[in-house]
RNA sequence: GCUCACGUAGCUCAGGAGGCAGAGCGUAUCCUUGGUAAGGAUAAGGCCACCGGUUCGAAUCCGGUCGUGAGCUCCA
């Protein structure tokens, strides 16, 4: 922030005005002022003296409050256009604004155009936004009035002794705490999205309203880069490159189940080798339990109770059995069918478990959200002071895997929700662990009030995808009911039994959707440890058919995924294709590199990197597989 | 599950005032044997998602079902 040091203006002047006096690009580029934290407008008159901070489109606060007077920029188009049509709410939001609409008749996305024609003539007017404050009566009258129903009822939730403002530009007034812009001609370059369904204050059982998106930015050049972006991350959607590189498919056949292709297993195979080798050195032992189990089992762990609508069910000589949407219960079978000592403890029990949930049909999106899935699930017999040291090492590992892949995680803690079992101290005790482990290893964490799952607290760790939603994948999930309802016990030095308590915890989360965060993640480019072929063998004519098949099969023989390409096709054209599947390595052999022994080294980024001797590309591939880097 | 939109060849998509189904990529065969991101020719490939209705006649119009997309709700 830059330092324009004192000003001294009449009483009442306002910022905006201000700031004109003081020239240059300032009065321009400020969006809206910032006093003792608070962001202001710039319409704000001054009397007292104050320190001033101004806001541009480069800060956060300043994007918002321009989007969010974009938004109502949208709402009185919309209201021009079609008299007839309450409004909802209108927010900036990450990347953009969205106002929430209800209409006598739902409008086509081909209306969107006609409504950004209309936000440009507003903009064009130049209207300058008043804020205007009234009291709680005033308010009510006036929204009832003009049939706002919705504002009503916003204007009575809000609290007895809050001040109640809106904002007018011409003849449009809304109910908003701004701050605003000046005026609707600050804005320049907006674009409407898309359009979309939204509950009345995110309740399914309140109508829905249609939603439209849109963004807006200073300059024509930013929307265009913003809009390339877009485009560019549909190219790392994952169901487009899992089709392109041919990893998994969905089919009628099997909504939400996916097919994975022989590519897809390898990678997937990969992660789970990874996976093993490093659960192993950690102290976990792997178990498998069964898909199907009795239904009196599931009322035993309470999903009867919590979470039957998300699971499928099947009879079994007529007896009900359920198809397993958690490892849970199978984990605390295997711990019942043993005795225990203190000195056993902790032990780690591991499965890569499958489980079905019936997840709502409009919820489904590719691999990230599926009906069946594996969870690289664990589940940790613990004393009960050992709980801290345990929910530590399942972090440093969490973390350990994210860095090999170079992931940037979030993480939260998620608290008691309506629906679920035990004590309230019993979660409160769970609660302050969790967070005691966060607060010591100093991990910056958001709480996730009423997100806990039904039989304990979590950390949940999410990751992003290519168009910056968030998924959940990690997440350590500390349970002292399950315990409870097996009634699972250990020996201590006293001789006598006692609880152990228990953690439910994942590193990947579910194996799909891992695979489908790395897949955009990495743009389909694999590291060569993944990739599922990482190398292409690339003959020049036909004469060097045999030199590659030798190459082939001796790469082979140490394991690499090697493809040999002797179609009858030109290297330009070959290679093309392998650069387009993403092969990290592709040796091109002509009478050259048959006649000395070698291959010709071409790279997936670096391109062609000249010949070497075949058995130190080996050596050098190898080496690198086994570094798991690049 | 809800709102809106969409469903035509393996993929990306044209077409459609109701009257014999189209392109590019990919695939197959042939020609070409070419040195670092697309050589040429020919061919195969479709119950236009499914079920019903309107009509002499439906890929096209109408209704329903299923699936997909964006978002909401819900969750790894």
């Known amino acids: ?53 101004v806001l541009t489109f480069d800060d956060p606060e300043g994007m918002q409050v321009y989007r969010h007077t974009a938004s109502h920029v949208l709402a009185q188009a919309v209201k021009n256009l079609y008299g007839n049509v309450r409004l909802g709410i209108g927010p900036a939001i990450r ?40 009291d709680r009566e005033e308010a009510i009258g006036l929204f009832s009035e003009m049939g706002e129903k919705y504002k009503v009822e916003l204007v009575e939730g809000l609290d007895e002794s809050s001040t109640i403002s809106c904002y007018r530009q011409g003849d449009f007034i809304d109910l908003c ?51 390339q972006r877009l485009e560019e991350a549909k190219k790392r959607d994952h169901r487009r490159l ?33 996976w093993r080798e490093e659960h192993r050195k950690a102290g976990y032992l792997e178990i498998e339990t069964p898909v199907i189990l009795n239904r ?71 691999l990230m959200r599926v009906r069946s899935f594996t969870q690289d ?5 613990m004393l009960p002071e050992q709980i801290e040291d345990e929910v530590a090492g399942v972090i440093d590992l969490v973390n350990h895997f994210y860095d090999v892949f170079g992931f940037k995680y979030l993480v939260e803690l998620s608290t008691r929700p309506e629906k679920s079992m035990g004590s309230d101290e019993m979660w409160e005790k769970a609660t302050a662990a969790l967070h005691n482990v966060l607060i010591k290893k100093g991990i910056p964490y958001t709480i996730n009030e009423g997100d806990g799952a039904f039989y304990g607290p979590k ?70 440890w993944l990739s599922p072929v990482q190398v292409s063998v690339i003959p020049i ?39 387009v599947k993403k092969v990290p390595y592709m040796l091109i052999v002509g009478d050259r590199e048959a006649a000395d022994g070698t291959v010709s080294l071409r790279q997936r980024e670096k391109g062609d990197l000249g010949p070497v001797l075949l058995e130190n590309f080996i050596e050098k591939i190898k080496n690198e597989i086994q570094q798991k880097t690049k």
């Open 95 to 134: 990347d953009g604004y969205y106002y929430d609409f209800d209409f006598d008749r739902p409008i086509s996305p081909e209306e969107l155009t006609k409504i950004e024609e209309q936000m440009r003539l507003i903009i064009k007017e130049d209207l300058p936004l008043e804020r205007i404050e009234l």
């Open 377 to 381: 699930d664990a589940h940790i017999f």
């Open 459 to 528: 950390i949940d760790f999410h990751l992003q995808d290519s168009l910056g939603r968030t998924w959940q994948c990690g997440t350590i999930q500390l349970d002292f009911q399950m315990p409870e309802k097996f009634d699972l016990h250990y020996i201590a030095a006293d001789g006598q039994k006692h609880r152990p308590a228990m953690i439910h915890r994942v590193v990947y989360g579910a194996m799909e959707r891992f695979i489908a965060l790395l897949i955009e993640h990495y743009a389909g480019a694999f590291p060569l």
């Open 177 to 227: 705490a701004g701050p605003h812009l000046p005026s609707t001609g600050k804005l320049k370059a907006i674009k409407l999205l898309n359009l979309a369904g939204a509950y009345w204050r995110g309740d399914e059982r309140r109508p829905m309203l249609q939603r439209i998106y849109g963004t807006a930015f200073p300059k024509a050049k930013q929307l265009e880069e913003y809009l």
């Open 541 to 579: 004519t036909e004469r060097q058919h045999e030199y590659a098949a030798g190459i082939s099969k001796r790469l082979q023989k140490d394991s690499i995924r090697v493809e040999l390409d002797n179609r009858n096709e030109k290297v330009g054209y070959k290679i093309r294709e392998a650069q």
């Open 1 to 53: 922030m830059k330092d324009w040091g004192l000003r001294e203006v009449e009483p009442g002047t306002t910022i905006l005005d201000l700031l004109r006096e003081i020239g240059g690009k300032l009065a321009k580029e400020a969006l809206a002022a910032k006093i003792d934290g608070k962001v202001i407008d710039l319409n704000t008159p001054v009397y007292n003296d104050l320190e001033l901070a």
């Open 242 to 274: 899992g089709r392109e590189l041919d990893l998994f498919s969905f089919r009628e056949e099997g909504p939400g189940f996916p097919f994975f292709h022989p590519k897809g297993i390898i990678i997937r195979r990969e992660l789970e080798n990874f």
């Open 296 to 366: 009196q089992l599931w009322e035993q762990s309470g999903h009867w109770d919590h979470y039957q609508e998300n699971m499928y069910f099947t009879k079994i000589d007529e007896q009900d059995y359920a198809i397993k949407p958690m490892n849970c219960p199978g984990a605390m079978l295997i711990y019942k069918s043993g005795m225990y000592s203190y000195r056993d403890l902790p032990l780690r029990l591991a499965e890569m478990g499958l489980v079905h949930r019936h997840e709502k049909s409009g919820t489904l999106h590719g």
